[in-house]
């Protein structure tokens, strides 16, 4: 009975689901799922540091920079001086990078559109829930991290 398996477990399958859809509507498409999301990101903010993006998406700084030093290879960046902060800098979607992100956006409208065409519950009801979901985890991990701290259990 699937009521006794674990949110955890069920945000797994979601997110399997969610992989294989976006990898065969993508599979035509300038940019993988994860790039897509990753040129989203900047394309949506404008500009933006690498480690405001890091924490936007959950990903370590290090593999954000992997995607970002991608990106350059491309040409499809332009950086910035962070006036917050002289050791840092904002990046922004180019001309070509915007064009790519253009071009990959309808490969993903593909898969939304699809799966919005099954979805049986408010969109806006279960986006709220997926930002909670993440803020849950988010906070779970803090409080995980320090308790393996105060341990002496710190990777």
């Known amino acids: 009975m699937a009521d006794k398996l674990s949110i955890l477990f069920e945000i797994f399958v979601v997110s399997q689901k969610a992989r294989v859809l976006l990898s065969e509507a993508m599979s035509e498409s300038p940019l993988t799922p994860t790039e897509y999301a990753v040129y989203s990101l900047v394309y949506d903010t404008g500009r933006i540091t690498p480690t405001d993006m890091a924490a936007r998406m959950g990903l370590p700084v290090t593999t954000l920079l992997d995607h970002i030093h991608e990106m350059e290879a491309r040409g499809h960046t332009r950086r910035f001086p962070n006036p917050d902060d002289g050791r840092s800098y904002l990046i922004s979607l180019n001309g070509a990078g915007l064009a790519t992100h253009r071009e990959a956006a309808g490969h993903f ?28 985890a988010e906070a779970a991990l803090s409080h995980l991290r320090d308790s393996l701290t105060r341990s002496g259990n710190a990777r």
């Open 109 to 136: 409208r593909q898969a939304m559109s699809r799966l919005l065409d099954h979805l049986d519950a408010d969109e806006t009801e279960i986006r709220r829930a997926l930002v909670s979901l993440g803020s849950a």
